[in-house]
């Protein structure tokens, strides 16, 4: 019974981190102390010097395509949107439980990894695209360590 609930739990989470995170994006205008970007993939994120700023995770699937990020710069705290391939998703696994320190949780569908970089600490949350069976969406969560 605790797994299934752990299920639901992370189910909805990750469903509604998603739409939090999409109506941040819409909502959140140029200006102000939040900032806007995006990335037709991760190549040009790593272009661009997020990744190496710490605006987006440095463990994200090779594949990531139609990243989208808002960061505080006030707060140092931020969020953001991708989708990569779901074939893609076992071996990024894989790869995250590798990652120094990074805590990799399955339910059902939801993948969720965790880790710390840089006096930073990183969530992300992926499931599978309801319309597109080859594609998983994500989001992650950034937030300073105290």
């Not at 189910?11 to 941040?24: C, E, I, S």
């Not at 939040?34 to 993939?41: E, T």
């Not at 439980?97 to 969720?112: P, Q, S, W």
Request: proline residues 5%.
């Amino acid at each position: 019974m605790k797994i299934r609930t752990l299920q639901i739990f992370l189910g909805l989470a990750a469903a509604l981190l998603l739409f939090v995170a999409f109506d941040l994006l819409r909502l959140t205008g140029p200006g102000g102390e939040h900032q806007i970007s995006r990335y037709a993939n991760l190549k040009a994120a790593r272009q661009a010097g997020v990744i190496e700023r710490g605006w987006v995770p440095a463990l994200l699937p090779a594949g990531s395509t139609d990243l989208k990020e808002v960061h505080d710069l006030d707060k140092n705290t931020g969020t953001g949107t991708f989708r990569f391939p779901s074939a893609e998703l076992d071996t990024f696994k894989a790869e995250a439980r590798r990652f120094g320190g990074a805590d990799v949780k399955e339910a059902g569908t939801v993948t969720y990894v965790a880790y710390a970089q840089d006096r930073s600490r990183f969530e992300l949350i992926m499931s599978p695209d309801p319309q597109k069976a080859d594609v998983m969406n994500g989001i992650w969560g950034m937030k300073p360590i105290r």
